[in-house]
């Protein structure tokens, strides 16, 4: 009797352990694209809380303001990245050529020697064509290859279905943990509410500073560049895009702009290093190291500096979505040992209890 349970006990284990296995395979999978849709949740309840009114009970009313408000965030987001997609690769084909013949290496090394480079401008202009090359060669591969369109529909369908329960069901979730969640659960759900939190300060001032970057990118490339109001638009647009994606950031726009400038315009060599002097300076490192900082640590106490080191940090150890698990996981560690610090009494009573 006893063995035969013990094997039915080892079976249950296994079985249990297979499914766990097999969920973090699927989720893993996703979970940049889950992630994503957290942070446009909670960019959009807000906006569904002011449908309603504050009333956020489950029903027809909250699920409509719900959908609405993702719609509201998710569509424009969309239609300027693709605009933005669309825009790149139209550049990318005009200017292949220049760039395959090497034509555009040979312009960037020539400026950059009269710039006063000397040895360091082949150098760079070496470099600056094997990364054009293989943005170029990834870019192109994807585009051409057929399960891209499918795979790219698959993740955008189950980033706004994602985002749309966030929203909807995340006051019920909230609702939960305070009927069921009791006293001697109560350091839980402490770090329940720093974890929301933070993610809320977080998304939200990302979402505050790609506005705030868009906007000075805007002046500083009038003020350079003197554009029409269109091209103007299409840069803001395309700003504001790679701006609030994780990772790529402004850098990805006002590079390749300050080359071409520098390679491709005749005497623009000017406007291409002060754009990029500019760009480096208000578009990467003062939003970076100041705006988002101050930004995230208004809302949710997080050490400018943690947010630093979890920004770069996160990037380095888990990709692209570090930078959203970096600051993530830094700002739980400081908010559980600063609930210890000020409510260990809870964490006392609750091993005292066990």
């Keep these: 009797m006893d063995k035969g349970h013990r094997t039915w006990k080892f079976i249950g284990i296994a079985l249990l352990v297979v499914i766990v296995g097999a969920s973090l395979f699927i989720f893993l999978n996703y979970v940049g694209v889950l992630i994503a849709a957290l942070a446009m949740a909670y960019i959009s309840y807000p906006i569904a809380r002011f449908l309603v009114r504050g009333d956020t009970r489950p029903g027809w009313r909250f699920l409509l303001a719900s959908f609405a408000s993702v719609l509201l965030i998710i569509i424009p987001l969309l239609l300027s990245l693709f605009y933005a997609l669309d825009y790149s690769l139209k550049w990318l084909i005009q200017n292949l050529p220049a760039i395959e013949s090497g034509r555009f290496i040979a312009d960037l090394k020539t400026t950059l020697t009269a710039l006063g480079l000397g040895v360091l401008s ?10 054009i090359g293989s943005f170029a060669t990834r870019l192109s591969t994807a585009v051409l290859n057929p399960t891209w369109v499918i795979g790219l529909f698959v993740k955008i369908v189950l980033f706004f279905i994602a985002a749309f329960y966030f929203v909807y069901e995340g006051p019920q979730f909230k609702r939960f943990i305070d009927t069921h969640v009791t006293k001697r659960d109560q350091f839980l759900k402490e770090i329940l509410y720093s974890f929301n939190k933070i993610c809320y300060s977080l998304f ?28 103007l638009g299409i840069l803001s647009i395309l700003i504001f895009v790679v701006a609030f994606l994780p990772v790529i950031g402004p850098w990805l726009l006002y590079v390749p702009l300050a080359l071409w400038q520098i390679a491709l315009v005749p005497g623009g060599y000017t406007r291409g290093l002060a754009i990029f002097v500019f760009g480096v300076l208000f578009l990467t490192l003062i939003p970076d190291l100041y705006i988002r900082p101050k930004l995230v640590a208004r809302g949710s106490e997080i050490h400018p500096l943690l947010f630093i080191i979890g920004f770069f940090g996160g990037e380095v150890l888990f990709g692209l979505k570090g930078v959203i698990l970096g600051p993530l996981l830094l700002g739980l560690a400081q908010g559980i040992v600063t609930l210890y610090v000020k409510k260990r009494h809870i964490l006392k009573e609750l091993i005292e209890h066990f």
């Design 122 to 131: 082949e150098r760079i202009a070496s470099e600056v064509g094997k990364l």
């Design 204 to 231: 939200v001032s990302h979402f505050f500073t790609s506005i705030i970057v868009t906007a000075i990118a805007a002046i500083g490339f009038w003020i350079i560049l003197r554009p029409t109001l269109i091209f």
